[in-house]
Every structure is written in C-alpha cells, then in structure tokens.
C-alpha cells in the first residue's frame, strides 16, 4: 500500500504540472468570456446576471475573489488556474478517498484507468476539442 501511495502522489503531481502549464494557450472561450464580464460587474450587476445561469452563485463569487488575487500574469490564466485548482483537490481527495478502501488489485486498477483517461480529460480542462 506504501508503493501504492507514492504513484498515486506522483499522478498527482503529473497532473498539476500538465493542468497548470500553458493555462493561456487557448483562446477565450465563451462562457469563460461571460465568467469574467460577470465577475468583473459589482455584485448587484453579477446576481442579476446571474439569475438566468445555470451554475452556482458561489463559483462566481470565488472567480470574482481569484481574480483579484490570484499569482498568474494574466487574467486568462488566473481564470483558468482557479479551476485547476479545483480539478486537482477533487483528485486528490478522491484518491485519499478510495485507495485505501480497495484491494491492491482493485487499485491498480483505478490507477490505470486513470492513467488511461487522463490526457483526454487534461484535454477536455484546458477546453480543447479532439
């Protein structure tokens, strides 16, 4: 299980480094472009542009604070990171979640098929289309 570990930390890290490279190499897509005309109005103007969308209130309220503090040069990648970021915590706990509880087996498993779906869906992150 101790070996297990290390790979799981080590996919981990792969991950990070290919979610947060090259957060700016897509253009701007559309909802990321309403993302950001709405995070950027004051907060009245956001929640009533928001009445409409479908996604949680609370997502726009993080972006709306991300933005304003996040580490990235540019506002595209700051935008982008703050999902990254995102991606990465629910790996991550979802593999602090349900390694321990499987068999070495059953584990290895996982591991394969997400190694297996992983470039799609690092793909599918940074908003490309194959």
Do not use: C, K
């Not at 779906?117 to 490309?128: E, Q, R, S, T």
Request: glycine share 4%; hydrophobic share 60%.
């Amino acid at each position: 299980m101790q070996r297990l570990r290390w790979v799981a930390l080590a996919a981990l890290l792969i991950q990070a480094v290919l979610l947060f490279s090259n957060l700016d190499l897509l253009p701007l897509w559309l909802d990321e472009a309403f993302t950001i005309r709405a995070v950027q109005s004051s907060l009245p103007e956001m929640f009533t542009t928001l009445q409409g969308d479908l996604h949680p209130p609370l997502y726009f309220l993080a972006q709306r604070v991300w933005l304003r503090v996040g580490p990235a040069p540019t506002l595209v990648e700051n935008l982008r990171m703050l999902s990254a970021a995102f991606a990465l915590t629910a790996s991550a706990y979802a593999m602090w979640l349900f390694l321990p509880r499987l068999s070495r087996e059953g584990a290895a498993l996982v591991l394969r098929a997400a190694g297996a779906f992983a470039l799609p869906a690092l793909v599918w992150a940074h908003g490309a289309i194959l």
